[in-house]
């Protein structure tokens, strides 16, 4: 059985303010929406920073107010972290590349957050690392870059969608504290971007 919104209030009640900060500003977006109103009031009572308190807040509206779509466009409209250029819409992709030594290959999959041409640079890059570097070991080596390259031959074609990619949508729905107290941070934002990392790539590295 779900726990009820006081016994929400009451486990949050005993959290120290570093993990409710934490809860507030990593996990939200899995939260349901009795946990955030119990999250807001603890957050609110303990007069923690108001950024965090309007993360959560942009967080239990964005359903029905449009508020996460609004902050995705507004990262969008951001100059590109690697070009610097901002003529063209932000998205985000993953790029695959392997690394093999001996018997030990590792496939990574990272995060970018880019305008389409230095999405397609990131893919070609990456190709070129596992080109050089990805076969080099027994057994990964035999198919784990092969894997790499028709992953990242997969993501490529999604690089100039006009749409929202959902990398983006996660990455936004998961830094909605960190995005919106930074909008006026050019420099904080282009650091955030340039090492963005998702929830469900954590998993799987
Ligand atoms: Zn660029």
């Known amino acids: 059985m779900e726990p009820t919104?006081?016994?929400?209030?009451?486990t949050y009640s005993k959290f120290s303010d570093e993990a409710l900060i934490k809860l507030a500003t990593k996990e939200a977006s899995s939260l349901r929406k009795?946990?955030?109103i119990a999250l807001l009031g603890e957050l609110t009572l303990r007069n923690l920073p108001q950024e965090v308190i309007d993360g959560v807040l942009l967080q239990l509206n964005y359903?029905?107010?449009g508020a996460l779509e609004n902050l995705c466009n507004f990262v969008r409209q951001l100059p590109c972290p690697r070009c610097g250029l901002d003529d063209k819409k932000l998205n985000a992709n993953i790029v695959n590349s392997v690394l093999s030594i001996i018997v030990w290959s590792d496939w990574t999959q990272?995060?970018?957050i880019a305008c389409p041409?230095?999405?397609?640079l990131y893919h070609s890059k990456g190709n070129l690392f596992t080109l050089f570097c990805g076969w080099w070991a027994l057994p990964g080596g035999l198919y784990m870059p092969?894997?790499?390259f028709w992953g990242n031959y997969k993501q490529k074609k999604l690089n100039h969608q006009p749409s929202t990619s959902p990398f983006l949508i996660e990455y936004v729905s998961q830094n909605l504290g960190?995005?919106?107290?930074?909008?006026k941070n050019p420099k904080m934002l282009k650091a955030?971007?340039?090492n963005a990392t998702i929830k469900s790539l954590e998993k799987t590295n």
């Open 63 to 65: 359903g029905n107010e």
């Open 146 to 148: 092969l894997l790499a």
């Open 110 to 112: 990272e995060l970018r």
């Open 34 to 36: 009795d946990a955030l």
């Open 178 to 183: 960190k995005i919106k107290s930074n909008k």
């Open 117 to 120: 041409d230095c999405l397609d």
């Open 5 to 10: 919104l006081e016994e929400l209030k009451n």
């Open 192 to 194: 955030m971007l340039s």
